[in-house]
């Protein structure tokens, strides 16, 4: 009973800090570039702002255009819900893992793409045929990732892998730092942060997420912001989860300790938001032909972190 | 659990140190190869240290103090001001591309373990994990060596090889600091006979690139 209470409490969660988040890290790169910066609560107010306004829409939009943010938005939240962000007890967490997680995010973007493309105009054909480039590179290395982890812990819930890791079963492995490399950079991919795509850009020649939802307006593109907020969130999350999983509450832990894996949720979420901040602004972005070198890179790891898992267990 | 902590860490360092290797590999700007080789040398001298600390053995302190000093500082400064002096930190190059160098590199990851665990079937897995990693910085310094043109990135390849043999050579246990001062300076030595090398290549062919050197093998025609 307690499992579903906290998986409502996460739903929510997750979707109202997302916003927080990307305007922390908005704030800390103008501060860092010297300028002012919008307040961190700024993308609340443009929440507000776009819910009001009229949704505009191309003549020759199909119902995919119209569906897609919402599409999205769904498939996005729904695989924030299963990652376990200050409990493992909840509802959700043994109905999914780890692949599940991964096909949920490959749908998102998928209809984002198939939005891209719909409307007809040029740029969102661009920006669809390289956000499917990004993510042929990035969902094997993901996947690869993914691989190396379960062999590790032996199975592929996140929730299990975080009691596995807690339980002490496990010391530095070499394994583990690879795979958190090469987590990292598919990270970085799959937000579309900035060696890769740069998340502020309107320069048409860049961008490439952009590039797609160039289109939408009001509600439309609420939807897509949150969707990309909570995508955010949910990758910060993922990878607090899995590799410093660390002050998060056991089933079976009362209000303080739920508390406690609160406070220390919203510790790891400073740290991560904080450091993308402070790399997307020491880091140029990479040429688009580029990329591959980039996720090959991440898949390679992914790959070596395997390699070195079978040669310390020695089998 | 102490024990395991030592051998874990030990292994994280050994694994920086190839990872640096790696970097190498995927920088293709002379500067940038040059400062993930510094970083290399200050991995490799981490991991001296942290063996001296572990095994008990000061004079690996001594080896650490090598790699940071001639390998992560001095070299890396010489070879700074050398492709300053020379006038190519503009370069960019490469034989093969980033992405096939990569596959290649895991490949002989892959090769080095195939390798160690046959031999050393009946040591401990730590050992083996350990002499793997050093192993395969040696082949990365090697195809570092052979995919690249330029003088100076053979050179770096050449120096993370032997990066990778005293990698080895302070996981095992007792390894005389005779040979690791040996070894330190002739590669100083070496960075000298490169150093005056470079400067005769460019004075003949205007250039550092290796290929211009091809014509001059007798097997072509």
Redo the contacts between chains.
Sequence with gaps: MTAVVWQIVQIVLVLATAPLVTGWVRWVKARLNGRRGAPPWQPYRDFYRLLQKEAVVAHSASWIFRAAPYITFASVWLAACIVPTFTTNIFLAPAADLIALVALLAIGRFWTALAGMDVGTAFGGLGASREMMIASLAEPAMLMVTFSLSLVAGTTQPAQIVVFVLGGNV????SL??AL?AMLMVAIAENGRIPIDNPATHLELTMVHEAMVLEYSGRHLAMIEAAQMVRLTLFMALIACLFAPWGMAMPGAGLPGILVGMAAFAAKLFILATALAWFETVIAKMRVF?Y??FL??AL?LG??AT??L?????V | MLQQFSYDLAHLIGATVLMAGFGMLYQRRLFAVLNTFAFQALALAAAAAWQAHVQNAPHLYATAAIALIFKAIAVPIALHWLVERLGIHRTVETALSIGWTMIVGVALVALAIMLVLPVTAKAAALTRESLSIAMSVVLLGMLMMITRRNAVTQVVGFMALENGLILAAVSAKGMPLVVEISIAFSVLVAMTVFGIFFFRIRERFDSLDLHFLETYRGDRQ
Excluded: T
């Design positions: 010391g530095i492995e070499v730092g690879l490399a580029r591959s070198d090959g890179g390679l790959l070596l390699i070195f079978y040669v310390s267990e020695a």
